[in-house]
């Protein structure tokens, strides 16, 4: 080998990644900075479960499995690389004799080696396949991809050509024959294949073999930071920075009145308003499409795409690249393949991203389920309606009324406040403003409080916990909306307001915990009310329920002979991990067939309500969510529909009338447990 020129082929290649390195940190650094390095531990054991053990990629079985033998394959060979650095200066070097044939260590990583190239070979004929013949939709197919597998598979058979070379060399030196190796399975095999040729071809085969393997890894590398390849450097890094707080937990604004008082920029409308961490997110996309593919927006046709959507600004943040690191306002770029003029002081919303795209999103959490690098979507989507709604004043129409409501008359539907108890009617519920103290404080929420077929909800929760000797209360009139859908929908001004009353009014009773019938009461009250003050032991009425009929409390006897299909909510399940207690809550009553649709649990299609679309027309597409939705239920063959969600199930028999099947029941968890109970009684 010639070390003058693997000198100059290592500083040029790695002087140029660092250069382009120090671009993309210098850019992702211009915004405001966080902390993202608490709790350690807990960061350490979900980076290993998650980047090394890769346990979200184990949905995909064939291509979890390849990605795997690649992402260890890359760690193995890492050696192997550096000794072949090594020996562009020395040809025998193996680290001083700890990676030597003669010594344990050497033949067990020359084993093992050998095994990982073989799999990383398997690995790229995998993704060749997805790529080149089923061509996967949700994928990116770009002539990069192909490109950088094709780096991949000739860097591997490289390896094998020099190897099996250095072998048959080793060989002649020491006049003895060329056989197969346990501790070199794939380099033996080649020497064998080379044992024949004469030493200007073997030495070709050595020189071809080393010089491939090493320009390529270089080559490589310099490709990673201009292509979406980058997740190779960035992915570990991201998934350990994730986020460790809860799921449902947008974040606040701070000092929001005196942001708006002194004309300060309220959510997130250029780029360089972007955190670090968010710049990350857009950095690690693999462009693996697995967030659009789950996205019930793009299913139905709406414009959204969680992978385009991060895409986009990835691209608006790279055209404005010298602009943006300089200070200035004007770089041309463009957006798919048209030239255009972008300006990092010009708004993200519409000069980039069409505010479709936005007030499509459910908020419903499954894109960020599905990620396997852990990039953010929701925030972010909220952070741009943010500044829509509470500076511009732009958004649908319809949540004019919905802002209004919530602002006079403390709900969505602007009912009148002293008509929040009405469903209590002929019950005897208690008040907590007579009591001042229960164990439990059951909040309706707006919609189990107003919507005359949600009211059925909120009166079989309390004869249910009546029949169980629960000792609760409601707050009745003094009970306001959490804020949920204004927060969602961009007004944050809003939900801080509602935040700050409803804190003030439990602030004034005694209750050990409060059980909600609604898990966007739930996840508010437990997730985001903390951030204000308000801590809370929180608990959804199908967790309370079902630990009433553990404890024998709750006696479900009468049949009820149905085929039941459970619908999941996001805000339930995806967002607090909820799953078994409502099946739990409905395997206790006899007679009944718990059936699960093929979308379940945190692949379990939204409904369409969540992110305030319950209170506006939903964006154009092909169908409607809950359409689609009604439909998989459907197909399980069920006589009846269950939830757990007063939102969820108005979208669902809205989409079981809109199938003209009123013949199948749509009926909460408390109300099927309550005809098994009321009847036994």
Same mark, same amino acid.
């Given at each position: 080998?010639?070390p003058?020129?693997?000198?100059?082929v290592?500083?040029?290649s790695?002087?140029y990644?660092?250069?382009?390195?120090?671009r993309r940190?210098? #850019?992702m650094?211009?915004?405001?900075g966080e902390n993202?390095?608490?709790h350690i531990?807990e960061?350490l054991a979900r980076t290993?479960?998650?980047?090394f053990?890769q346990?979200?990629?184990r949905r995909?079985?064939a291509?979890?499995?390849a990605?795997?033998a690649i992402?260890?394959?890359?760690?193995?060979?890492l050696?192997?690389?550096l000794i072949?650095f090594?020996r562009?200066?020395?040809?025998?070097?193996?680290?001083?004799?700890?990676?030597? =044939?003669g010594?344990?260590?050497g033949?067990?990583?020359?084993f093992f080696?050998?095994v990982f190239?073989?799999?990383v070979?398997?690995?790229t004929?995998?993704?060749?396949y997805y790529r080149l013949?089923?061509?996967?939709?949700?994928?990116t197919l770009? +002539?990069?991809?192909?490109?950088i597998?094709a780096i991949?598979f000739v860097m591997?058979?490289?390896?094998?050509?020099?190897w099996g070379a250095d072998?048959?060399? =080793?060989?002649?030196? +020491?006049s003895h024959?060329?056989?197969?190796s346990?501790?070199?399975?794939?380099?033996?095999l080649?020497?064998l294949a080379?044992q024949g040729v004469g030493?200007?071809?073997?030495s070709f085969?050595?020189?071809?073999g080393?010089?491939m393997?090493?320009?390529l890894? #270089?080559?490589?590398?310099?490709?990673l930071?201009?292509?979406?390849?980058?997740?190779?450097?960035?992915?570990?890094?991201n998934?350990?920075?994730?986020?460790l707080?809860?799921k449902?937990r947008?974040p606040?604004?701070?000092?929001i009145?005196?942001?708006?008082e002194?004309?300060?920029?309220l959510?997130l409308?250029?780029?360089?308003?972007?955190?670090w961490k968010?710049v990350?997110?857009?950095?690690?996309c693999?462009? &693996?499409?697995? &967030?659009?593919d789950?996205?019930?927006?793009?299913?139905t046709?709406?414009?959204?795409s969680p992978k385009?959507?991060t895409?986009a600004?990835r691209?608006?943040l790279?055209?404005?690249?010298?602009?943006l690191?300089a200070g200035?306002n004007?770089?041309?770029?463009?957006?798919?393949g048209?030239?255009?003029?972008v300006s990092p002081?010009d708004?993200?919303?519409?000069e980039?991203?069409?505010p479709?795209?936005l007030?499509? &999103?459910v908020?419903?959490?499954? &894109?960020?389920?599905e990620?396997?690098v852990?990039?953010?979507?929701?925030?972010?989507i909220?952070?741009?309606?943010?500044n829509l709604?509470m500076?511009?004043?732009?958004?649908?129409?319809?949540l004019q009324n919905?802002?209004?409501g919530i602002?006079?008359n403390a709900n969505?539907?602007?009912?009148?406040p002293d008509?929040?108890?009405?469903w209590?009617?002929?019950?005897d519920?208690?008040?907590m403003?007579e009591?001042q103290?229960?164990d439990v404080? #059951?909040w309706?929420?707006c919609?189990?409080?107003?919507?005359?077929?949600?009211?059925?909800?909120a009166?079989?929760t309390a004869c249910?916990?009546?029949?169980a000797?629960?000792?609760?209360a409601?707050?009745g009139e003094e009970?306001m909306?959490t804020?949920?859908p204004a927060?969602?929908?961009?007004?944050?001004?809003l939900?801080?307001?509602?935040?700050?009353?409803?804190?003030?009014?439990?602030?004034?009773?005694?209750?050990n915990?409060?059980?909600?019938?609604?898990?966007h009461?739930?996840n508010?009250l437990g997730?985001e009310?903390?951030?204000?003050g308000?801590?809370y032991a929180?608990v959804h009425?199908s967790?309370l329920?079902?630990?009433?009929?553990r404890q024998g409390k709750l006696k479900?006897r009468n049949?009820v002979?149905?085929?039941?299909v459970y619908h999941?909510?996001?805000y339930?399940?995806r967002?607090?991990e909820?799953?078994e207690?409502?099946?739990d809550?409905?395997?206790?009553i006899?007679g009944?067939t #718990?059936?699960?649709?093929?979308k379940?649990?945190?692949?379990?299609?939204?409904?369409?309500?969540g992110?305030?679309q319950m209170?506006k027309?939903e964006?154009?597409?092909?169908?409607r969510?809950?359409q689609?939705r009604?439909?998989?239920?459907?197909?399980?063959?069920?006589q009846?529909?269950?939830?757990a969600?007063p939102f969820?199930?108005r979208?669902l028999i809205?989409?079981?009338a809109d199938?003209?099947?009123e013949d199948?029941?749509e009926?909460?968890?408390?109300?099927?447990?309550?005809?098994?109970v009321?009847s036994a009684?």
């Amino acid at each position: 080998m010639n070390p003058i020129v693997m000198i100059l082929v290592l500083v040029a290649s790695v002087g140029y990644f660092a250069w382009q390195a120090a671009r993309r940190w210098r #850019l992702m650094t211009l915004g405001p900075g966080e902390n993202w390095l608490d709790h350690i531990g807990e960061r350490l054991a979900r980076t290993w479960r998650f980047a090394f053990a890769q346990e979200r990629m184990r949905r995909y079985p064939a291509a979890g499995l390849a990605h795997l033998a690649i992402f260890f394959g890359f760690l193995v060979l890492l050696i192997n690389s550096l000794i072949l650095f090594g020996r562009g200066f020395s040809p025998g070097f193996n680290f001083w004799g700890l990676f030597a =044939h003669g010594f344990w260590l050497g033949a067990v990583y020359s084993f093992f080696k050998d095994v990982f190239i073989v799999l990383v070979i398997i690995g790229t004929l995998v993704f060749f396949y997805y790529r080149l013949v089923v061509r996967l939709k949700r994928m990116t197919l770009s +002539a990069e991809g192909a490109l950088i597998l094709a780096i991949i598979f000739v860097m591997m058979i490289a390896d094998v050509v020099y190897w099996g070379a250095d072998e048959v060399h =080793h060989a002649r030196a +020491a006049s003895h024959a060329v056989a197969f190796s346990w501790a070199s399975p794939a380099g033996s095999l080649m020497a064998l294949a080379l044992q024949g040729v004469g030493e200007g071809a073997l030495s070709f085969f050595w020189h071809a073999g080393f010089w491939m393997h090493t320009c390529l890894v #270089l080559l490589f590398l310099n490709l990673l930071p201009q292509s979406k390849h980058f997740h190779v450097i960035t992915a570990i890094p991201n998934v350990f920075l994730q986020n460790l707080g809860p799921k449902g937990r947008l974040p606040k604004i701070e000092d929001i009145e005196g942001k708006i008082e002194r004309e300060e920029t309220l959510g997130l409308t250029r780029i360089d308003q972007l955190t670090w961490k968010a710049v990350l997110d857009l950095y690690t996309c693999t462009e &693996c499409g697995r &967030c659009t593919d789950h996205c019930p927006a793009n299913q139905t046709g709406k414009l959204l795409s969680p992978k385009h959507l991060t895409l986009a600004m990835r691209d608006y943040l790279y055209h404005n690249e010298q602009k943006l690191v300089a200070g200035g306002n004007e770089q041309t770029g463009s957006e798919g393949g048209d030239s255009k003029k972008v300006s990092p002081a010009d708004p993200l919303v519409p000069e980039f991203i069409k505010p479709e795209v936005l007030w499509a &999103c459910v908020t419903c959490f499954a &894109c960020e389920t599905e990620c396997p690098v852990f990039i953010s979507y929701v925030d972010k989507i909220v952070d741009l309606r943010r500044n829509l709604v509470m500076e511009k004043s732009e958004f649908p129409a319809e949540l004019q009324n919905a802002f209004q409501g919530i602002e006079r008359n403390a709900n969505p539907w602007s009912f009148p406040p002293d008509q929040r108890a009405a469903w209590a009617e002929g019950l005897d519920v208690p008040r907590m403003m007579e009591k001042q103290e229960a164990d439990v404080l #059951l909040w309706i929420g707006c919609s189990a409080s107003f919507d005359e077929r949600a009211k059925k909800i909120a009166r079989a929760t309390a004869c249910l916990l009546k029949a169980a000797g629960v000792d609760f209360a409601i707050l009745g009139e003094e009970e306001m909306c959490t804020g949920d859908p204004a927060r969602r929908a961009g007004n944050e001004f809003l939900f801080q307001m509602m935040a700050q009353t409803n804190i003030e009014t439990l602030s004034k009773y005694k209750f050990n915990k409060i059980v909600t019938v609604c898990p966007h009461c739930y996840n508010t009250l437990g997730n985001e009310y903390p951030d204000f003050g308000g801590k809370y032991a929180v608990v959804h009425h199908s967790q309370l329920l079902s630990q009433l009929v553990r404890q024998g409390k709750l006696k479900p006897r009468n049949p009820v002979n149905s085929r039941v299909v459970y619908h999941d909510s996001c805000y339930l399940g995806r967002y607090n991990e909820v799953y078994e207690e409502p099946r739990d809550a409905l395997r206790a009553i006899p007679g009944l067939t #718990l059936l699960e649709p093929a979308k379940t649990r945190d692949r379990g299609m939204c409904c369409g309500a969540g992110g305030a679309q319950m209170f506006k027309e939903e964006e154009h597409g092909a169908e409607r969510i809950n359409q689609r939705r009604v439909q998989q239920l459907l197909d399980t063959g069920a006589q009846t529909v269950a939830s757990a969600c007063p939102f969820c199930q108005r979208m669902l028999i809205d989409g079981l009338a809109d199938k003209s099947r009123e013949d199948v029941p749509e009926l909460d968890i408390a109300e099927l447990l309550w005809k098994s109970v009321e009847s036994a009684a």
